[in-house]
């Protein structure tokens, strides 16, 4: 069990930015960050937290969660009917789907917390400024 604790740990360490951000904004913007792993909702912390920094730091993650997800799902979509193929990225796709859903909560854990805490393999990715 021990061992597990500690891939888990591994996973999940990874950059914590939150002291560059302001107490005050991380406050006001942690509800709304929320949604930015809610899929199409990132919109809505786009939008409405455009100037915070909090919030858009949320958003960014929630958008590469988001990319990630659609172009899993276009991927399958096409090669689904392909023998063998098909059937191999239907499993990928199952497995990424999952990943997506895990990152998705601790994302939301850390937005609720608020923490500007990177998502594990895909948090470096930066789209916004």
């Known amino acids: 069990m021990s061992d597990l604790n500690d891939k888990i740990n591994e996973f999940t360490n ?35 937290g455009k100037d915070s920094k909090f919030a858009k730091f949320h958003v960014n993650q929630g958008l590469v969660l988001a990319i990630v997800e659609i172009a899993c799902s276009v991927i399958t979509g096409i090669l689904k009917d392909v023998p063998i193929v098909g059937f191999i990225f239907s499993i990928a796709s ?9 990152l998705a909560i601790l994302g939301i854990i850390n937005a609720v917390s608020g923490k500007a805490k990177e998502l594990p393999i895909i948090g470096k990715i930066k789209l916004l400024k």
């Open 14 to 48: 990874t950059p914590d930015t939150t002291a560059e951000y302001d107490p005050e904004d991380i406050e006001k913007s942690r509800v709304i960050s929320v949604f930015a792993y809610l899929s199409w909702l990132v919109i809505i912390p786009l939008i409405a």
């Open 94 to 102: 199952s497995l990424i789907g999952l990943a997506c859903l895990i």
